[in-house]
């Protein structure tokens, strides 16, 4: 049985990403909320923004390391302000190093970490300057963080396009604007938290044992397919 750490997961692909593991592992989930947490999981009340990780309760052991917390901050460059970057880069970046500074002595061997950037970082895509900067910094500070590791640790990088979660509601709350979001992406639609779930999954386990460094897209085929 693994010990397995989400830095969220009340809602969204954090809650799918527990619920795939919470029958076979020990999962903890560091969160503001409790509300619809898998059965079978612990709760640790935690607020990235303002608390600081070494006053929670903590398990002595990991295996498995996910940072959930992100953001959608869609706004042309002009319109974007010095604090809206730093906001960004906060909530996705500082957040996350600040949170592993603490969890990285406490991963076991063969333990791996997974975090979470955009399809923006690799497709330049208009009103992403923000969070694909914030982003963009994950991806570089995974592979770097995997050489320093390996062979100890695996860290992993996933990159979706648009999921359908809390997170997105406003980009996706109504069919119109579904149908548009999905018309953009090869296979058609817009991603499922399950779709990044499973993909997490993968990665947290051993049959992904010989990956690490890496970027997985997983994007509906966004990033790399032109059917146009």
Same mark, same amino acid.
């Given at each position: 049985?693994?010990?397995?750490?989400?830095?969220?997961?009340?809602?969204?692909?954090?809650?799918?990403?527990?619920?795939?593991?919470?029958?076979?592992?020990?999962?903890?989930?560091?969160?503001?909320?409790?509300?619809?947490?898998?059965?079978?999981?612990?709760?640790?009340?935690?607020?990235?923004?303002?608390?600081?990780?070494?006053?929670?309760?903590?398990?002595?052991?990991?295996?498995?390391?996910?940072?959930?917390?992100? !953001?959608?901050?869609?706004?042309?460059?002009?319109?974007?302000?010095?604090?809206?970057?730093?906001?960004?880069?906060?909530?996705?970046?500082?957040?996350?190093?600040?949170?592993?500074?603490?969890?990285?002595?406490?991963?076991?061997?063969?333990?791996?970490?997974?975090?979470?950037?955009?399809?923006?970082?690799?497709?330049?895509?208009?009103?992403?300057?923000?969070?694909?900067?914030?982003?963009?910094?994950?991806?570089?500070?995974?592979?770097?963080?995997?050489?320093?590791?390996?062979?100890?640790?695996?860290?992993?990088?996933?990159?979706?396009?648009?999921?359908?979660?809390?997170?997105?509601?406003?980009?996706?709350?109504?069919?119109?604007?579904?149908?548009?979001?999905?018309?953009?992406?090869?296979?058609?639609?817009?991603?499922?938290?399950?779709?990044?779930?499973?993909?997490?999954?993968?990665?947290?386990? /051993?049959?992904?044992?010989?990956?690490?460094?890496?970027?997985?897209?997983? /994007?509906?085929?966004?990033? !790399?397919?032109?059917? !146009?």
């Amino acid at each position: 049985m693994k010990h397995i750490l989400l830095i969220g997961g009340s809602h969204g692909i954090g809650n799918h990403i527990a619920a795939l593991h919470a029958n076979d592992h020990k999962v903890f989930i560091a969160s503001r909320s409790q509300e619809q947490l898998p059965k079978g999981t612990t709760h640790i009340p935690f607020d990235v923004l303002n608390d600081n990780i070494e006053d929670a309760y903590l398990p002595e052991d990991l295996d498995g390391f996910v940072y959930c917390p992100g !953001s959608i901050n869609l706004k042309p460059f002009r319109m974007l302000f010095e604090d809206s970057f730093k906001a960004d880069m906060d909530i996705n970046f500082f957040g996350m190093v600040r949170v592993l500074k603490h969890i990285l002595p406490k991963m076991n061997v063969g333990g791996s970490i997974v975090l979470f950037s955009t399809v923006a970082v690799q497709t330049g895509m208009p009103f992403h300057t923000s969070v694909a900067a914030a982003k963009g910094a994950i991806e570089g500070f995974a592979r770097s963080l995997a050489a320093e590791n390996a062979p100890k640790l695996r860290v992993n990088v996933i990159a979706p396009s648009l999921v359908d979660t809390p997170l997105a509601r406003r980009l996706l709350n109504n069919d119109a604007k579904r149908e548009k979001m999905g018309e953009r992406h090869p296979l058609k639609r817009v991603g499922k938290p399950n779709d990044i779930a499973k993909a997490a999954s993968y990665l947290l386990s /051993d049959d992904s044992s010989w990956i690490t460094g890496q970027v997985l897209g997983v /994007d509906g085929g966004l990033s !790399s397919l032109n059917l !146009s």
